[in-house]
């Protein structure tokens, strides 16, 4: 079984600063790692992924992640943030060979501020 | 491509209905899953259907029910409808390697 550590439920910061979303995970087995955007009322949008090869990962909308094996984690980061960023940031993992069926964090919530 | 399309994206039902929702996935897509979202639970996982069948399920009572028609399209079922059932429910479609795309879901508000 797989689970998913979202460490910041909201995550404020001012436009044009830098962002790190925290995720950690859990698995006794290999996995794929995503993350997902999700603005009001409205499903979730893939940013990017890590499936194999170079543990960092860039996405749309300027962002980027980089996988730790050895720290389980994969934060999620943005070096200039617009207001238009302001959503929700789910963490996934989906087990490789598996069901393929992702498990999913509880999110974070980023609010831009201008 | 056309992405996921999910129909219809508002309903307000009354306690004691049920209602269907549906599903239509990317074309070649044959892994359908559906989601449920609330702001308490998070997103928690209803299914997946592949090819017709049902191949996972998550921890929902039986009132909550699937199905997948030989095109893919997939509908869900809630009988007996709760307060607790508003919410966002999502489906996703995905190929392989635990890439899934979703709609952009159908909120449920139980009266």
């Known amino acids: 079984a797989q689970s998913v550590t979202q460490l910041d439920s909201q995550v404020p910061v001012f436009e044009e600063a830098p962002v790190e979303l925290r995720c950690n995970y859990s698995?006794?087995?290999?996995?794929?790692l995503f993350w997902y955007v999700q603005y009001p009322n409205q499903g979730l949008q893939l940013l990017l992924k890590?499936?194999?090869?170079?543990?960092l990962v860039k996405g749309i909308n300027g962002f980027e992640a980089e996988f730790n094996k050895s720290q389980t984690s994969f934060h999620l980061r943005k070096p200039s943030v617009h207001i238009s960023d302001t959503a929700e940031y789910f963490c996934a993992v989906s087990p490789i060979g598996g069901s393929y069926i992702p498990t999913f964090g509880r999110g974070t919530s980023l609010i831009v501020h201008p | 491509k056309a992405g996921v399309t999910q129909t219809p994206r508002y309903l307000i039902k009354t306690r004691g209905q049920q209602v269907t929702l549906s599903c239509s996935p990317i074309s070649g897509h044959r892994s359908v899953s559906w989601y449920q979202q609330t702001p308490g639970q998070g997103l928690q996982f209803l299914f997946e259907y592949f090819s017709e069948t049902q191949r996972n399920k998550g921890n929902f009572p039986g009132r909550f029910s699937g199905r997948q028609f030989s095109n893919s399209r997939s509908e869900m079922n809630v009988s007996t409808l709760e307060l607790g059932d508003s919410a966002l429910y999502l489906c996703?479609?995905?190929?392989?390697?635990?890439?899934?795309?979703f709609g952009q879901g159908t909120r449920l508000t139980v009266v």
């Open positions: 996703a479609s995905s190929l392989d390697q635990g890439l899934a795309f």
């Open positions: 698995s006794s087995v290999s996995v794929y």
């Open positions: 890590y499936l194999s090869g170079s543990t």
